[in-house]
């Protein structure tokens, strides 16, 4: 009965190595994963975006909503025919 005894300290402590070691191993591909995100995930958003303040698309210049430029006149529909239902 002895013999059990060593045996199931020596499973235990197997399988706490082997835990511990797989623990060890995702964060180190966590780690390694969010090195590579911070690092080329902010080249990548630089190259797309450009200037992280303004990207390609946004204007330079602040929009006034009373600036006449911007305004679109407004389009009344006209209906040339009616058809009636019944």
Do not use: C, E
Not at 14 to 23: C, E, I, K, P, R
Not at 48 to 66: E, K, T, V, Y
């Amino acid at each position: 009965m002895h013999i059990w005894r060593i045996a199931g300290v020596a499973l235990a402590a197997g399988l706490a190595l082997f835990l511990v070691t797989l623990l060890l191993k995702l964060i180190l591909v966590a780690a390694v994963a969010f090195m590579l995100i911070r690092v080329i995930g902010w080249q990548l958003v630089r190259r797309f975006s450009g200037n992280l303040g303004r990207g390609r698309w946004q204007p330079n210049h602040a929009i006034a909503i009373d600036n006449p430029t911007y305004r679109v006149p407004m389009s009344m529909k006209g209906y040339t025919r009616v058809v009636p239902i019944s």
